[in-house]
C-alpha cells in the first residue's frame, strides 16, 4: 500500500465494503512481530490456546473505547490468549504524528498501557503494516483463531457483544462462518480525548470527514453485504 503511514486521515483509505484477509473456517495466516520487549515472536507462538487478536493504535477512539471491555473479556477468559497488534496511526497530528520509524512505532505501542490501562500483550506490526494489511486494514477489527489456527469468527469493527455471545460458548472449537459488521459508536467523549492524542488538527480532519464516514457507515447497514 503506497504511503501506509498517512499523515492525514482520509475515508478513502478504509474500503468498509470489502473484508480481505482470512475468512472465518479458513486458516490463519502467520506473521511476525515485535513484543515491547523487544523479541520476535510469531502469531504462531501463542496457538497454545485460542487468540483472540485486535488491532490498534493509540489515536484510535474505537480501540480506545473497547480497551476496558476487552481487558474484561480477558480476566473473564483465562484459556485464551488476548493479543493487541499495533498498527498505524489511525487519525495523526501534530500532536502524535504519523509513524516514520519503527522506533516510534515501539514508542507509542507502550504509551498505549498509560494512556488506555491496557493489561494485554500488545505485538507491534512492522512499519509497512505487512501484519495489518493480511488482516484486512481496518483500524479496529478482531479476530477468534482456534487452536487449530481456523477463524472462528472476525469483525471489521470490534464488537464486544458479538465477540462475548462467541467466547461464552461451551465448544469454541466449533467452526464459526460468521462475519461481523456492526459499528458501535464510542463515548462521545472517549472519542474527543483519543482524537486529541493525535493533536486538535486530528479532532478537526475527523469532523470534516464525519460526513463522508457516517456515508460510508449508512451503505453497509443498509443491507450491502461486506465483501469478503
Known amino acids: 500500500m503506497e504511503n501506509y503511514n498517512y499523515e492525514h486521515f482520509d475515508p478513502k483509505e478504509y474500503n468498509f465494503k470489502t473484508f480481505v484477509g482470512p475468512k472465518p473456517g479458513e486458516l490463519y495466516v502467520d506473521f511476525e512481530a515485535t513484543t515491547l520487549n523487544g523479541e520476535k515472536v510469531r502469531l504462531s507462538t501463542y496457538l497454545d490456546k485460542p487468540i483472540v487478536l485486535e488491532t490498534g493504535s493509540i489515536t484510535c477512539p474505537i480501540y480506545a473505547s473497547r480497551t476496558k471491555a476487552m481487558n474484561k473479556l480477558m480476566h473473564d477468559h483465562p484459556e485464551v490468549h488476548f493479543l493487541l497488534l499495533y498498527i498505524r496511526e489511525a487519525h495523526p497530528g501534530k500532536r502524535t504524528a504519523a509513524i516514520k520509524h519503527f522506533e516510534e512505532k515501539m514508542e507509542h505501542a507502550k504509551s498505549a498501557r498509560e494512556l488506555y490501562d491496557e493489561r494485554r500483550e500488545i505485538l507491534v506490526d512492522d512499519l509497512d503494516g505487512t501484519a495489518h494489511q ?66 486538535v488538527d486530528a479532532l478537526i480532519e475527523f469532523l470534516i470527514t464525519l460526513p463522508q464516514l457516517l456515508k460510508q457507515h449508512k451503505e453497509v447497514k443498509r443491507g450491502d453485504d461486506i465483501k469478503s
Open 134 to 199: 493480511l488482516y484486512g486494514s481496518m483500524p479496529n477489527m478482531t479476530y477468534l483463531i482456534g487452536q487449530d489456527g481456523i477463524i472462528r469468527f472476525r469483525a471489521n469493527w470490534t464488537n464486544i457483544d458479538a465477540l462475548e455471545r462467541i467466547l461464552n460458548q461451551e465448544n469454541k472449537e466449533l467452526i464459526i462462518k460468521e462475519d461481523f459488521y456492526d459499528l458501535e459508536k464510542p463515548n462521545p467523549l472517549i472519542a474527543i480525548r483519543t482524537l486529541l492524542i493525535g493533536g
